[in-house]
């Protein structure tokens, strides 16, 4: 059994990592990929996780295979095409490290995942199934994202969903915002930035935005606000639960190491969403600002991901940002 199984976008980040003789920026090659992320921040904390995706036939593709296996992810749901080359993003990071991106992904091998390349025994052995928006953009990776959505609701999975708004990789914001919103019906656990709430409920303020979200038949809405920690809303209500002070390096990931603590700790509950009282969500909230926070003190996303006693260990000494 598996508390995750993952499915979407493997990908080589390439992370500014300082300057050459000349003054050009040197960049480290890292391994990303949102899903990817959430599944290494889960199995971090000792929980287990399976991944459901596609990379090229070539030397990124056999890396990342290695780094999933280095994390005790199940690979058997990765997949190597020929068709296409795995795709590189080259994150470019401000002076207060937070990023943006430049895709190489045209297509991209995590596209070409085709709906017979899906293993739905991975997924009936899940608790969590786990996607974001980013392998919706192109065909034949919809189809078969949602084929995979479909047999894990069927078969009562809780399922997570991040939507993910990266704008390059979208023809325009039309088709954006439909793809991401289809996604939102099938979703009982939705992580989202404040940008993309008012993406896609048109709303900046976070009470109403989240409550649309919410009406839709969503159990748990997280709103991630950076440094200013988390926002949610629940059938037990609303909350903010406040981030902690850390050393910022590198905010590449740190959503999805969230991400990762929520389902980890959500993975251990034996009862529905809906029952988890206030005071244990706040928990596991706090929990995952600890888990997203340290993950932003070192470079690149899955090799910044924290253990259980990092987090632990924060949880008792760290400092919160009121």
């Given at each position: 059994m598996y508390d995750v199984v993952a499915l979407g976008e493997l990908l080589i980040d390439f992370t500014p990592a300082g300057f050459s003789d000349n003054g050009n920026t040197l960049f480290e090659m890292n391994p990303g990929g949102a899903p990817a992320n959430v599944l290494t921040a889960v199995t971090k904390l000792g929980g287990k996780g399976a991944f459901i995706g596609k990379v090229g036939d070539d030397q990124f593709g056999y890396f990342l295979k290695k780094v999933l296996e280095n994390n005790q992810i199940n690979t058997d749901g990765l997949k190597f095409t020929k068709k296409a080359n795995t795709t590189l993003a080259f994150v470019h990071l401000d002076d207060k490290g937070d990023r943006s991106f430049t895709f190489y992904r045209n297509p991209g091998a995590d596209t070409m995942l085709e709906e017979e390349d899906i293993d739905l025994n991975l997924i009936e052995k899940g608790k969590i199934f786990h996607f974001g928006s980013l392998s919706m953009t192109d065909e034949p990776s919809k189809s078969a994202t949602l084929k995979a959505v479909e047999y894990a609701k069927q078969n009562k999975k809780i399922i997570s969903y991040d939507p993910n708004w990266r704008p390059p990789l979208w023809k325009n914001e039309t088709v954006a915002k439909k793809e991401m919103v289809l996604g939102l019906q099938y979703a009982d656990i939705v992580k989202l930035s404040e940008e993309e709430l008012q993406f896609l409920t048109g709303e900046s303020n976070l009470e109403y935005g989240s409550k649309i979200l919410f009406d839709m038949g969503i159990k748990l809405v997280l709103v991630t606000l950076g440094a200013k920690g988390c926002y949610y809303r629940h059938t037990s209500g609303t909350g903010h639960?406040?981030?902690?002070?850390?050393?910022?390096?590198?905010?590449?990931?740190?959503?999805?190491?969230?991400?990762?603590?929520?389902?980890?700790?959500?993975?251990?509950?034996?009862?529905?969403?809906e029952k988890i009282k206030t005071q244990e969500l706040e928990k596991i909230i706090d929990f995952a600002?600890?888990?997203?926070?340290?993950?932003?003190?070192?470079?690149?996303?899955?090799?910044?991901?924290?253990?259980?006693?990092?987090?632990?260990?924060?949880?008792?000494?760290?400092?919160?940002?009121?």
């Open positions: 639960i406040p981030a902690y002070r850390v050393n910022v390096v590198d905010t590449t990931g740190a959503g999805d190491a969230f991400l990762g603590g929520v389902l980890y700790n959500i993975s251990k509950i034996n009862y529905s969403l600002n600890a888990t997203g926070g340290l993950c932003t003190t070192k470079r690149g996303a899955i090799p910044a991901m924290p253990t259980l006693e990092e987090v632990k260990y924060l949880l008792v000494h760290g400092v919160k940002l009121l």
